[in-house]
């Protein structure tokens, strides 16, 4: 077979090896095979020397024309190559615009939390300030100020959670209480205040029991404080809460840091006060715990019982939201289910 026919067949069959290379190392394949220093044409050079002198110029055009002809394939091919490589990969990367796209879930206020700040509002309102505390407290402070010695029994009713010998989870909020009446000005002006919080007592958790409840406690120290005072603020606040027309009442009760105690029962908002099963069938439901703030409790806190006097509320944001909502389980309070809390979405302001 002579040098021509040889490149004629090797034409044909290098253009149908670039075609069919799949990828862009199959066709570098190929090219190293044809055009390389190895390659099919460059055999065909090596043996110009068999081809009869005249005839070799010919030959040497007609290599360097299939060279030029396969680099010219070669080239298009491989642009052919990576076109087809970006298009798989745009189509396999694609996004589907007609997508919704995602939601933002927005958390919605606990049920408690509505409460405390409704209640914090009203309260400012008022006049009050609204004043934290520490939720690991000394006995001094969560006991002794308030009027609860050592070996008192009262300690037994609030038994709580001891960090170290002298340190507890608070079991009230009054320690705040205390606080701030130690270091009150008297001279400037009375003190009027809210201190909502965790507070934490023994208790074994079911339906209507929680280790750890909600207080918002309140005081209010001055001179010529008295009972009538705490019984008006009292009904302002059970008539916000409960509604315009409900009735309240006070009950004799038994506090340590207060003295004469009582606790709030308002008309039942259920049936009016015609008893039924929230009520107990009684018409009322208690809601809150109150007195005229102890001597003892004064004095310990420096200031003069004989010249200042006052009155202290406590009630539990669980117990209102529980009567406002509605709700059978205190532990659904705490059990951070997102299906229970996104029922109270209406109530945000
Ligand atoms: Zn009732």
Same mark, same amino acid.
């Given at each position: 077979m002579d040098l021509f026919d040889r490149l004629k067949d090797l034409r044909e069959q290098g253009l149908a090896e670039i075609k069919e290379a799949e990828s862009e190392k199959s066709l570098n394949d190929v090219r190293v095979k044809l055009v390389g220093k190895k390659g099919d044409l460059t055999q065909i050079l090596h043996q110009m020397k068999d081809v009869a002198p005249e005839k070799r110029r010919e030959v040497g055009q007609k290599v360097n024309e299939l060279r030029d002809l396969f680099n010219e394939n070669l080239a298009s091919a491989k642009d052919s190559l990576i076109e087809k490589a970006i298009e798989a990969r745009l189509e396999a990367e694609k996004i589907d615009v007609t997508l919704p796209g995602r939601r933002k879930h927005v958390g919605s206020k606990h049920p408690i939390r509505i409460i405390q700040d409704d209640l914090e509002r009203f309260f400012i309102g008022m006049g009050y300030q609204v004043v934290q505390g520490p939720e690991i407290e000394s006995e001094h402070y969560n006991f002794e100020m308030l009027n609860l010695p050592k070996d008192h @029994? #009262? *300690?037994d009713m609030q038994a709580t959670f001891y960090v170290d010998a002298d340190h507890l989870l608070r079991s %009230?909020? +009054?320690?705040? %209480? #205390?606080r701030t009446m130690e270091k009150h000005d008297f001279d400037k002006s009375d003190l009027k205040m809210i201190s909502p919080g965790k507070v934490y007592r023994r208790d074994d958790d079911d339906a209507t029991h929680s280790h750890q409840f909600? %207080?918002?406690e309140g005081l209010v120290v001055g001179k010529n404080i008295s009972l009538s005072d705490l019984k008006g603020t009292l009904e302002l606040v059970a008539k916000h809460e409960f509604g315009q027309d409900r009735e309240t009442r006070l *009950? @004799? +009760?038994?506090f340590p840091f207060t003295e004469p105690s009582v606790e709030m029962d308002v008309s039942c908002f259920e049936c009016g006060g015609k008893g039924c099963a929230i009520c107990k069938n009684t018409g009322w439901i208690e809601v809150l715990g109150a007195g005229i703030v102890h001597p003892n409790v004064l004095s310990a806190a420096g200031i003069d019982p004989a010249v200042y006097s006052g009155f202290a509320f406590g009630l539990g944001?669980? *117990?209102?939201a529980i009567l406002k909502y509605g709700i059978d389980d205190i532990r659904d309070f705490y059990s951070d289910d997102v299906r229970f809390l996104q029922q109270f979405r209406q109530e945000e302001d």
């Open positions: @029994p #009262a *300690r %009230q909020t +009054s320690p705040v %209480q #205390a909600m %207080q918002m *009950r @004799p +009760s038994y944001l669980d *117990r209102f």
